[in-house]
């Protein structure tokens, strides 16, 4: 059974940093590509960022420069680092995973930033 967990979110202020985490089972984590998403209340699921199996990332424009993507294949995890975080990167957080057999998303976290 595929499961994508993630962790780290929580309430800073404007500037500030969080890390997030997600980690996968039941999947050949290794050899697929993992993404982040978000979504806003009121808005759509929008993308973050997305990384391969190899290590090759893509950001979006409103976060290039401030997050990291990372993945450890030893561990089956995938990291986020939200640095200078604004209030406009509130929301909840998914992790995403594109496998062969289909594609699979976390429950979210939530990240609120406060002006």
């Known amino acids: 059974q595929v499961q994508l967990v993630e962790s780290g979110g929580g309430s800073v202020q404007a500037g500030g940093s969080l890390r997030l985490s997600c980690a996968a089972s039941?999947?050949?984590?290794?050899?697929?590509?993992m993404a982040w998403y978000r979504q806003a209340p009121g808005n759509q699921r929008e993308f973050v960022g997305s990384?391969?199996?190899?290590?090759?990332?893509v950001y979006t424009d409103s976060v290039k420069g401030r997050f990291t993507i990372s993945r450890d294949n030893a561990k089956n995890t995938m990291s986020l680092q939200m640095n200078s975080l604004k209030p406009e990167d509130t929301g909840v957080y998914y992790c995403?995973?594109?496998?062969?057999?289909?594609?699979?998303w976390g429950q979210g976290t939530q990240v609120t930033v406060s002006s």
């Open positions: 995403y995973e594109g496998a062969y057999s289909g594609s699979y």
């Open positions: 039941g999947t050949t984590f290794e050899i697929n590509a």
């Open positions: 990384i391969t199996s190899v290590g090759r990332v």
